[in-house]
């Protein structure tokens, strides 16, 4: 099968590291232009020379900031064919008990994972409206579906949410030609971020979550980048308002 998606042009969150980054790597690999956005400057360094990658650093959580983002980035491709928002983590928070979380814990997850998914919807739909064909993937989780593995309350919401959001933009978009879909990624060691959460479980704990998954490995970046560029292709044109669990088969 093959995934042609030259012409096309892609804004990609969260995509100095991690599964962001793998996920701009794979729209690239299939002829995409990919404008690539991150709060974090320094790391969209490595991207900085690749052919086809124009990079952006903002702070996605304000609408202000994330409608300027996506308002240069019409401006200097053209038009932007669809949105990736890889943006989001649990900010460098580990589970802890509900009594020990604050205002600001809470807040500082919903921004990256939900809000930031929010504002650039808002901002790219219109351009996407514009053609008649669009493509939306949000990055949401297994824990978008039940409790989280890392225990974390604001990140379990967060991405219960943001399912929540897809399945709503995927009704309100599809009559303009834009599909609107999430990839729930089980766990992977992808940045900095969730591998203090493997550490923190143990020995123990992590061969209990690894004999737990059915091919009896963790997920790799590239796993979840192909099943996005797939949902990006015109080869998924009627698919829409789907949750796709990309999780080894967790049982």
């Given at each position: 099968m093959q995934l042609n998606l030259k012409s096309r042009i892609f804004a990609v969150t969260g995509a100095a590291q991690g599964i962001g980054a793998a996920i701009v790597q794979a729209l690239v690999a299939e002829g995409a232009t990919v404008a690539a956005i991150d709060i974090d400057a320094d790391g969209l360094e490595q991207l900085q020379t690749q052919s086809g990658v124009s990079c952006y650093s903002a702070d996605l959580g304000s609408p202000e900031s994330a409608h300027a983002i996506c308002k240069d980035i019409?401006?200097?491709?053209?038009?932007?064919?669809?949105?990736?928002?890889?943006?989001?983590?649990?900010?460098?928070?580990?589970?802890?008990?509900?009594?020990?979380?604050?205002?600001?814990?809470?807040?500082?997850?919903?921004?990256?994972?939900?809000?930031?998914?929010?504002?650039?919807?808002?901002?790219?739909?219109?351009?996407?409206?514009?053609?008649?064909?669009?493509?939306?993937?949000?990055?949401?989780?297994?824990?978008?579906?039940?409790?989280?593995?890392?225990?974390?309350?604001?990140?379990?919401?967060?991405?219960?949410?943001?399912?929540?959001?897809?399945?709503?933009?995927?009704?309100?978009?599809?009559?303009?030609?834009i599909t609107v879909n999430s990839v729930a990624p089980g766990f992977v060691l992808s940045n900095p971020s969730t591998e203090k959460q493997w550490e923190a479980f143990g020995p123990e704990r992590q061969a209990q979550i690894v004999n737990s998954i059915h091919t009896r490995r963790l997920g790799r970046s590239e796993d979840i980048a192909d099943a996005v560029t797939f949902l990006c292709s015109d080869r998924a044109s009627w698919i829409t308002g789907q949750i796709l669990q990309v999780d080894g088969g967790h049982a």
């Open positions: 019409i401006e200097q491709h053209g038009h932007v064919d669809g949105l990736v928002t890889a943006a989001g983590g649990v900010r460098g928070q580990v589970g802890r008990p509900l009594e020990a979380i604050t205002p600001s814990d809470w807040q500082a997850i919903f921004a990256a994972n939900v809000d930031a998914a929010m504002w650039c919807a808002q901002g790219f739909a219109p351009a996407m409206k514009q053609r008649g064909w669009g493509r939306i993937v949000t990055i949401s989780s297994g824990a978008g579906l039940k409790p989280s593995l890392t225990g974390i309350q604001a990140y379990a919401s967060a991405k219960h949410a943001l399912v929540g959001l897809t399945r709503q933009l995927a009704l309100e978009l599809g009559p303009e030609g």
